[in-house]
């Protein structure tokens, strides 16, 4: 019976490091001088940044660059244990799925509110 290793890519260290400071991608960009197709090239493993900006990456995630790299332990500000949601004082473990549909979610959300807020969009229910 052979045992299944889950295996979390560069990119997918980089996108949940990122979504832990509740940063997009647009304001990664920002903060690091690129392009924000650049730093969905990184999260999708196409691309791969250089020393100084994966230097930056780290320090502006608050993360090893040896965890960037490797996943190893240590440098992360993860628990390590499984994904948790406080929902009115009540602690919810998460699966794995769980957690990146709700941060992917949430990633959308930002998105379309930053997107409202800059061309004046107003929901219906905010009217």
Do not use: C
């Not at 979610?105 to 107003?122: D, N, T, V, W």
């Amino acid at each position: 019976m052979s045992e299944v290793i889950e295996f979390m890519t560069f990119g997918a260290r980089l996108k949940s490091a990122r979504n832990s400071k509740r940063l997009t991608q647009h304001q990664v960009a920002d903060l690091l001088g690129l392009n924000f197709t650049t730093i969905s090239k990184y999260e999708n493993d196409k691309s791969q940044p250089d020393n100084e900006i994966l230097q930056k990456m780290a320090v502006l995630y608050d993360v090893s660059i040896d965890w960037l790299l490797t996943g190893e332990p240590g440098g992360a500000t993860e628990s390590g244990g499984k994904a948790k949601m406080y929902f009115d004082g009540e602690v919810e473990e998460l699966t794995r799925e769980e957690a990146e549909h709700l941060r992917d979610s949430l990633e959308m959300f930002r998105l379309l509110k930053e997107k409202r807020a800059k061309y004046g969009i107003q929901r219906k229910s905010d009217k």
